[in-house]
Nanobody, 120 residues
Framework: QVQLVESGGGLVQAGGSLRLSCAAS????????MGWYRQAPGNQRELVAV???????NYADSVKGRFTISRDNAKNTVYLQMSDLKPEDTAVYYC??????????????WGQGTQVTVYS
């Protein structure tokens, strides 16, 4: 089995920074894309940022220039550096990964979520 475990959420004042981490563990041959999503109360889950195994990155327009996604393939870990945080960034942040436990099949996994709360 595979697990994604997030850490790094918390309470921060507007303009501040947080760094989220997500470590994948278990039966892993390789990891395709890894990404971060968020869901605020009453809203649908939305993509924040995604990074492929080759390093191609995409961001939601709302976080461009403020958030940076990166990954450490040796540690099976993806990071989200969040700067200049705004109250509208408040949400539960979820890690997502396309993980291969065998070479011929990729399975999507989700972390349990970590709360980020930004106050003004």
């Amino acid at each position: 089995q595979v697990q994604l475990v997030e850490s790094g959420g918390g309470l921060v004042q507007a303009g501040g920074s947080l760094r989220l981490s997500c470590a994948a563990s278990g039966s892993i041959v390789s990891i395709d894309a890894m990404g971060w999503y968020r869901q605020a109360p009453g809203n649908q889950r939305e993509l924040v940022a995604v990074i492929t195994s080759g390093g191609t990155i995409n961001y939601a327009d709302s976080v461009k220039g403020r958030f940076t996604i990166s990954r450490d393939n040796a540690k099976n870990t993806v990071y989200l550096q969040m700067s200049d945080l705004k109250p509208e960034d408040t949400a539960v942040y979820y890690c997502n990964g396309g993980i291969r436990s065998t070479w011929y099949r990729v399975t999507e996994y989700w972390g349990q979520g970590t709360q980020v709360t930004v106050y003004s």
